[in-house]
């Protein structure tokens, strides 16, 4: 039983770290686009349309209120 509970205790650990190598990997290139005015500038723009796009539908899909 105490090896189950070892083992078990590992997990969490485990992804943590996974997720971090791929939020490190899904991000690397974006923070290199900070470089640039041009790009960055887009890539505000294009989050902050992203995100109001995804509460629009999100609001539509649930029923919370009227859109318009």
Partial sequence: ????LEN???YP???AIITAGVLSVALKPLFDLW???VTAFAL???SISS?????LVLR???GLDPIF
Avoid at 1 to 4: N, T, W
Avoid at 51 to 55: I, N, Q, T
């Fill in 8 to 10: 078990v205790l590992r």
């Fill in 60 to 62: 539509a899909m649930l």
């Fill in 1 to 4: 039983m105490k090896d189950f």
């Fill in 35 to 37: 470089q640039r005015p």
């Fill in 51 to 55: 995100l109001v796009g995804l509460s």
């Fill in 44 to 46: 505000v723009v294009g």
């Fill in 13 to 15: 650990k485990f992804l």
